[in-house]
Structure formats: C-alpha cells, structure tokens
C-alpha cells in the first residue's frame, strides 16, 4: 500500500493550497480517507476525513469554512482544499486510510487509521 502527498509549498498568509494524495495497493472505495498534520514538538493533529463514497465529511474546528477535503474513487485520489491560510497552518500534512465500520465515531482518531502517507511540508508565511 503507497499512499503520495503531493501539493505543499510556500504561500502567503491568505492564499490557497491544494493537496492531493494517491493510493495505491489498497481498494480505495473501501476506505475512508483523513488528512492530519503536525508541526515539531506537537501531536499529530485531525484536520479533515472524508467517507468511502464521499458523502460524509468531518473537519477540525480551526479549519472549517476555509478547507475542503474531497475524493475522486476513479482516480484513487484524495484532495484538500485549503483557502485563507494561516500561518498558524504551517505544518506537515499526513493523508491515511482507514477501513472501520463506524467511521462517524473515528475519523479524528490517528490510532484507527491504518495507512499513512509520507508527509507534505505547507509553509505559510505572515
């Protein structure tokens, strides 16, 4: 299983991202989908999830109304949508998959998911 974040960069404060991660190896409309970050020193930290089929997205407080997370089943692909950055949104970017029953009552649990990709630096400068 290979999941590849894609995406990262440099920006300023107020501008956009958008993340892509691919999977490979897995059956991708088994699994639902998060993306986590995290910045040195501190736990990783829920940011995003989404469903097997798409329906059902989650997101962290701190980044509601300016990220969007998405799916596309046919190209086994994952996107994160992130507008009105922060400089507090500096950080790695983790995309993972899960395959559980209940996923409304894990998604923002890291522990639950099984699949990780390798990271992708956002940068957000002030």
């Known amino acids: 299983v290979q999941l590849q974040a894609s995406g990262g960069g440099l920006v300023q404060a107020g501008g956009s991202l958008r993340l892509s991660c691919a999977a490979s190896?897995?059956?991708?409309?088994?699994?639902?989908m998060g993306w986590f970050r995290q910045t040195p020193g501190k736990e990783r930290e829920f940011v995003a999830a989404?469903?097997?089929?798409?329906?059902?997205?989650y997101y962290a407080a701190y980044v509601k109304g300016r990220f969007t997370i998405s799916r596309d089943n046919a190209k086994n692909t994952v996107f994160l949508q992130m507008n009105r950055l922060e400089p507090e949104d500096t950080a790695v970017y983790y995309c993972?998959?899960?395959?559980?029953?209940?996923?409304?009552?894990?998604?923002?649990?890291?522990?639950?998911?099984?699949?990780w990709g390798q990271g992708t630096q956002v940068t957000v400068s002030s």
């Open positions: 190896g897995l059956t991708f409309t088994i699994y639902h």
């Open positions: 989404i469903n097997w089929s798409g329906v059902n997205t």
């Open positions: 993972a998959a899960v395959s559980v029953p209940k996923f409304s009552e894990a998604y923002g649990d890291s522990d639950r998911y099984a699949y």
